[in-house]
């Protein structure tokens, strides 16, 4: 083992990258074991083959090789044997797409075809920082309530924004459990651009016709696609 593997990797995108199911302003859970945590948590999207792709598949190599300096680390990825926090926006395109044909929701995200995922969480006791662009400047969030205030304009699914994260390695926990990398949500900043991705179902109930995306969740359960064959 390293010296430094206590010493998190710190990931900052230099580009805006998508931000989708941000929740931000209180700690949920995101699938239905009754033995997960609620904790903060984001997806951030960025184009495959992109400079920004290539900088956190870095930075994640580079968190596995302080705890395994003598393990080949693309292809522990490519085989399944360690667990990363990137994903293939193709397959969670796909698993989106069977999970909405097997219970007649519409809740695709059609949008992350051609895209890598970038999963992060945080646990309650830790909020990311988050702040976001106004008339120029940049507006800090001071506590979680003006962070959910501020949600609808400024931390919806599709924005542009620019984040921070720590990655960690971590050693297998339990006899089935794998090894891998975590991302730890640290900070992020909306940019106020970009289309808001998911459809907001009408008050009114006026247009029942319409079968659109209704509820700003993973379709995914935050589950990980396969992190790709790039390693």
Known sequence: MANEA?????????????????????????????????????????DKGSQE????????????????????????????????????????A?????????????????????????????????????????NGKTVECETLDAVARAKSKYFYTGVNCLFGVRFQAYEAVGADGKPGVTAYLEAVESLGTGEKLI???????RFRGYVGLEKDEDPTGGDHADAGSDW
Request: aromatic share 6%.
């Open 199 to 205: 459809a907001q179902k009408d008050r009114t109930e």
């Open 94 to 134: 796909d698993k989106a797409k069977a999970k909405s044909d097997a219970s007649g929701k519409s809740r695709v995200r059609e949008w992350s075809r051609g895209k890598v995922v970038l999963i992060a969480r945080s646990k309650d006791e830790f909020p990311p920082a988050c702040t976001f662009r106004e």
């Open 53 to 92: 792709e290539q900088r956190v598949r870095a930075a994640i190599v580079a968190e596995a090789r302080k705890l395994w300096p003598n393990l080949d680390i693309g292809a522990a990825i490519r085989e399944g044997r360690l667990n990363v926090p990137l994903s293939d926006g193709d397959k969670l």
């Open 6 to 46: 206590q010493e998190r990797t710190q990931f900052d995108s230099m580009e805006p990258w998508t931000g989708t199911f941000l929740n931000l302003d209180k700690p949920r859970t995101i699938t239905k074991s009754d033995r997960e945590v609620p904790k903060f948590s984001a997806n951030f999207e960025t």
